[in-house]
């Protein structure tokens, strides 16, 4: 009789290896924002690195790869710099990309111009309609805002 437990033992390790990088690629390429008022943003996975920025709450990022308890990112300018994961959270969030950004009181042209906002500006996303998110700023602040301004 032949013995095929060498296959199953195969199989398993296979798969525990497919799991163990199905696990850390679900964190690359993640979109999360920052959940602090504000963070620093170093030159690598440690404070013993350079602050090379600090940003806002929900400022969105896309984690690139995990170290530890570090994440290296890049955001909506393209440059790359790691955070610590207790200063990043799952909410959605968006940045403006242009200047002079009008948030209305609803979503349309045709509402009121609530406040103006420059490039960098990021917020909380509450809801969406149509291509207009409903926002709210960390300081409180909240409207609407198109979605070719934000990303």
């Known amino acids: 009789m032949k013995s095929y437990r ?13 799991f163990l990088l199905s696990s850390v690629y679900a964190i690359a390429n993640e979109r999360r924002c920052i959940s602090e008022p504000i963070a620093n943003v170093r030159s690598g996975p440690g404070t013993d690195y350079d602050i090379k920025w600090k940003v806002e709450k929900y400022h969105p990022i896309i984690i690139l790869k995990k170290q530890g308890d570090w994440y290296q990112f890049e955001d909506f300018e393209k440059d790359k710099a790691w955070v610590h994961k207790s200063l990043v959270g799952e909410e959605n969030s968006v940045i403006t990309i242009k200047n002079d ?5 609803g979503p349309g042209t045709n509402n009121k111009i609530v406040f103006k906002v ?26 609407w805002i198109h979605k070719t301004l934000v990303w």
């Not at 950004?101 to 009181?105: D, E, G, L």
């Not at 309609?129 to 300081?139: L, Q, R």
């Open 6 to 18: 060498h296959i199953k033992y195969k199989t398993l390790g296979v798969l525990i290896v497919l």
């Open 101 to 105: 950004c009008n948030v209305r009181s």
């Open 118 to 143: 420059a490039r960098g500006v990021p917020f909380k996303v509450l809801g969406k309609k149509d291509s207009w998110y409903k926002v709210k700023h960390a300081d409180g602040d909240q409207g």
